[in-house]
């Protein structure tokens, strides 16, 4: 498995994720432009989940990084 950062190509992907109904109550979902804003915040860390065949497998977003606690 690979971690790498996510590029803006990558939204797709994610908003693809955040609408299935089997992650409708597990993840906070956000439009195009929220997560285009928020890609490049110092705040947030978008990773993108990569098998050895570089596959996209999955997604993670961090929020908070900026805080001080």
């Known amino acids: 498995m ?3 950062l996510a590029n803006p190509k990558d939204i ?5 994720q955040e609408a299935r109904d089997e ?3 597990l ?3 956000w439009s195009r432009d929220e997560h285009s804003r ?3 915040s110092a705040d947030k860390g978008y ?4 098998n050895g065949l570089e596959k996209t497998s999955g997604y993670a977003i961090l929020s908070g990084l900026a805080s001080n606690h």
């Open 23 to 25: 992650f409708k109550n």
């Open 38 to 40: 928020h890609l490049h």
């Open 27 to 29: 993840i906070l979902s």
């Open 47 to 50: 990773f993108m989940i990569e």
């Open 12 to 16: 797709d992907l994610i908003l693809t």
């Open 2 to 4: 690979k971690l790498r």
